[in-house]
């Protein structure tokens, strides 16, 4: 009876991870904001491989940034007060973000079409902008401490912690890197398809979502640790 408990806990578990996961990659798809432009306009103006590889440097430096994140927290979860606290630091970071982005405003700058060759150094130029963009956006750096610091103290009390932690953020930068590529290819439709309503629209939708999660994940913390 006890193993078949663990069985269904464990799934239960693991279901929690999935469903939070693909909930955040795909928030973070949508998410309108310099990195979102950037690609997207490298993308329809110079070209798909141009677009993919500042892509590939936004991902990696997503991921130096959650890993950095990651050491940082790991000895605080020890503490169960500190767990506690944290939770609720990283919720109010995705609450406020949430809020930011549905009030905020966009403006989709337009350029002119130029065709690009790319080369060695080509491409090493796209790689390093797009790890850059990361590197010069200080609310990246909140977002991601956040967002570790929240899912930390969350998953803390799961049976495999870091194989949990290591499912979730491998599904948000999987679903978010595949999604962009899919973006990447169709740019030329989108840039057709995208209104100043559409945008207005996307921002407000990504500001409810991150509102969300960072409720229903506080609403977890207090459930566990309180």
């Known amino acids: 009876m006890g193993e078949i408990f663990n069985r269904e806990r464990i799934s239960t578990m693991l279901r929690e991870v999935l469903i939070e996961g693909i909930v955040l990659g795909l928030t973070l798809t949508i998410m309108i904001g310099p990195v979102f432009f950037a690609h997207l306009q490298t993308s329809i103006y110079k070209g798909f491989w141009a677009g993919t590889y500042l892509l590939i440097g936004i991902v990696l430096n997503d991921i ?52 690009v060759s790319l080369n060695t150094s080509g491409i090493i130029k796209y790689l390093v902008k797009g790890f850059m963009l990361n590197v010069a956006n200080p609310f990246v750096w909140i977002f991601w401490i956040g967002v570790v610091a929240l899912v930390s103290s969350n998953f803390n009390q799961h049976g495999n912690y870091y194989r949990d932690i290591f ?3 491998s599904i948000v930068m999987g679903i978010y890197t595949v999604l962009n590529l899919l973006k990447g290819i169709l740019a030329f439709r989108i840039k057709r398809l995208i209104k100043p309503r559409s945008i207005l629209f996307i921002n407000k939708l990504v500001g409810v979502l991150l509102v969300f999660f960072g409720l229903l994940l506080i609403i977890r913390v207090v459930v566990e640790y309180v």
């Open 64 to 115: 130096a940034l959650i890993y950095l994140s990651f050491l940082g927290t790991a000895q605080l979860l020890d503490n169960h007060n500190n767990r506690l606290i944290l939770g609720f630091i990283g919720g109010i970071v995705l609450i406020i973000f949430g809020v930011v982005s549905y009030l905020k405003k966009v403006r989709f700058r337009d350029m002119r079409p130029t065709e």
């Open 167 to 169: 499912i979730f953020f």
